[in-house]
């Protein structure tokens, strides 16, 4: 972790214990007078630290020093200073007013989402919702402690601290999410605008809450809402063209598939700004059992491997679809990744039905003739196709799988 972390994180946790400790002393919490040095000291260590991870932050200068200064450095300045424990020895009472200077620390809880962001193994959703969870419950101490310091309402006025403060906390959540129930209003003036200044925070709060838990939800099954919009775009298409009910279901059909065997993402879309090393590192994981039923693939060299992961392309075929035509050029050769794919020759008939892991198509680019047979998909069908001119650089980088291609075109033309 790197200094300037080290020091965001000092000043999360710094404001963490100053939001929820200082208001609670300004309530009526007198701690012992050892307790009251050493917070004033974790105080004056926090505004220094604040001040100096504001000037790192903002990478100045100190030529550029004199734009720097702001109120809240100000303020951080006097925070430096013992104020408070300066009028405690001399006094021995606590001022509320100079406790009020030094909840300016509190500001820096916003740093958390940039401490998050160097933690790459975090996924959104708790990047989302950590925030969350750790500024609500310091906002709604801090408004319940200055309810307390402002009577409370119409609380019962009982000497016990632990229910007071979990009534005001209670007044608070419900003032922030809603308007309140009723059962504690404001009585004074003093009441009524604290009480008013909550709710329009409390419109705010509101609304972070609900659009994070809400991206949170439909982050949850982003995959299938985002399938769900590719069927109503398809629908509203074939609803504005009249299309027919038989081929209607045939559309529905195959983005069913999609669904349930892709969640319907096809992958290059999805990676394809990765670089080219993640991506056949990718593309590796999400077929890996091709590469297991592919004989000549699994004792291949991880050189292999990975040149003909970044090259092969997915595509599906539906049950019926021709993949190629007799006496076509001959452009790719294809790997089953599932399904089934039938051979056929000239006269159509049936001269091989082949699975997963089996390949064709490489007769015509060994020989550059046109196909000598038609391919067609015996039902749904996963393929992966290697372009002419990746297999051509293929049989030419890596001889084992020239001659693997070749022993295969040789058997099959026996």
Same mark, same amino acid.
């Given at each position: 972790?790197?200094?300037?972390?080290?020091?965001?994180?000092?000043?999360?946790?710094?404001?963490?214990?100053?939001?929820?400790?200082?208001?609670?002393?300004?309530?009526?919490?007198?701690?012992?007078?050892?307790?009251?040095?050493?917070? =004033?000291?974790?105080?004056?260590?926090?505004?220094?630290? #604040?001040?100096?991870?504001?000037?790192?932050?903002?990478?100045?200068?100190?030529?550029?020093?004199?734009?720097?200064?702001?109120?809240?450095?100000?303020?951080?300045?006097?925070?430096?200073?013992?104020?408070?424990?300066?009028?405690?020895?001399?006094?021995?009472?606590?001022?509320?007013?100079?406790?009020?200077?030094?909840?300016?620390?509190?500001? #820096?809880?916003?740093?958390?989402?940039?401490?998050?962001?160097?933690?790459?193994?975090? *996924?959104?959703?708790?990047?989302?919702?950590?925030?969350?969870? &750790?500024?609500?419950?310091?906002?709604?101490?801090?408004?319940?402690?200055?309810?307390?310091?402002?009577?409370?309402?119409?609380?019962?006025?009982?000497?016990?601290?632990?229910?007071?403060?979990?009534?005001?906390?209670?007044?608070?959540?419900?003032?922030?999410?809603?308007?309140?129930?009723?059962?504690?209003?404001?009585?004074?003036?003093?009441?009524?605008?604290?009480?008013? *200044? &909550?709710?329009?925070?409390?419109?705010?709060?509101?609304?972070?809450?609900?659009?994070?838990?809400?991206?949170?939800?439909?982050?949850?099954?982003?995959?299938?809402?985002?399938?769900?919009?590719?069927?109503?775009?398809?629908?509203?298409?074939?609803?504005?063209?009249?299309?027919?009910?038989?081929?209607?279901?045939?559309?529905?059909?195959?983005?069913? =598939?999609?669904?349930?065997?892709?969640?319907?993402?096809?992958?290059?879309?999805?990676?394809?700004?990765?670089?080219?090393?993640?991506?056949?590192?990718?593309?590796?994981?999400?077929?890996?059992?091709?590469?297991?039923?592919?004989?000549?693939?699994?004792?291949?060299?991880?050189?292999?491997?990975?040149?003909?992961?970044?090259?092969?392309?997915?595509?599906?075929?539906?049950?019926?679809?021709?993949?190629?035509?007799?006496?076509?050029?001959?452009?790719?050769?294809?790997?089953?990744?599932? *399904?089934?794919?039938?051979?056929?020759?000239?006269?159509?008939?049936?001269?091989?039905?082949?699975?997963?892991?089996?390949?064709?198509?490489?007769?015509?680019?060994?020989?550059?003739?046109?196909?000598?047979?038609?391919? %067609?998909?015996?039902?749904?069908?996963?393929?992966?196709?290697?372009?002419?001119?990746?297999?051509?650089?293929?049989?030419?980088?890596?001889?084992?799988?020239?001659?693997?291609?070749?022993?295969?075109?040789?058997? %099959?033309?026996?």
């Amino acid at each position: 972790m790197k200094s300037i972390e080290i020091q965001r994180l000092i000043a999360i946790l710094g404001a963490l214990l100053v939001g929820f400790w200082l208001p609670l002393r300004m309530v009526g919490i007198e701690p012992p007078f050892s307790v009251n040095i050493i917070f =004033y000291s974790m105080i004056s260590v926090l505004s220094v630290n #604040n001040i100096v991870l504001g000037f790192r932050d903002k990478e100045l200068s100190l030529v550029k020093l004199a734009n720097w200064l702001r109120l809240e450095v100000f303020i951080d300045l006097l925070c430096v200073l013992p104020l408070s424990l300066l009028f405690y020895l001399l006094t021995g009472e606590v001022s509320g007013r100079l406790l009020l200077i030094n909840l300016v620390c509190v500001r #820096n809880v916003q740093q958390i989402r940039r401490f998050l962001d160097q933690f790459d193994q975090l *996924g959104p959703t708790v990047f989302r919702l950590i925030p969350v969870f &750790v500024t609500l419950p310091l906002l709604v101490h801090l408004i319940a402690c200055g309810w307390i310091s402002l009577g409370e309402g119409n609380a019962d006025p009982t000497g016990d601290l632990l229910f007071r403060y979990v009534r005001a906390w209670y007044w608070a959540m419900t003032t922030l999410t809603t308007v309140g129930f009723g059962d504690i209003v404001p009585k004074t003036v003093s009441q009524m605008v604290y009480a008013g *200044g &909550v709710q329009l925070t409390g419109v705010g709060v509101f609304g972070y809450i609900v659009s994070n838990v809400a991206t949170v939800l439909h982050r949850s099954d982003a995959a299938r809402e985002h399938h769900m919009d590719s069927v109503d775009r398809i629908e509203m298409f074939m609803n504005m063209h009249g299309i027919s009910p038989h081929l209607r279901q045939n559309v529905r059909t195959y983005f069913h =598939y999609l669904w349930t065997h892709k969640r319907g993402y096809q992958e290059r879309s999805v990676i394809h700004e990765l670089p080219a090393k993640i991506r056949s590192e990718m593309f590796y994981e999400i077929n890996r059992s091709i590469v297991s039923k592919v004989d000549f693939l699994r004792d291949a060299s991880p050189e292999l491997i990975e040149e003909l992961m970044l090259q092969l392309e997915p595509m599906i075929f539906v049950p019926g679809e021709r993949i190629f035509r007799v006496d076509e050029p001959g452009l790719a050769l294809y790997f089953i990744h599932s *399904g089934s794919v039938e051979i056929r020759g000239r006269d159509n008939a049936l001269v091989a039905t082949l699975a997963d892991g089996q390949f064709f198509g490489e007769m015509a680019l060994l020989s550059d003739r046109p196909r000598g047979a038609t391919a %067609r998909a015996a039902s749904y069908c996963e393929v992966y196709l290697l372009r002419k001119e990746s297999f051509h650089r293929a049989m030419k980088t890596f001889p084992e799988f020239k001659a693997h291609v070749e022993q295969i075109a040789q058997s %099959r033309q026996t």
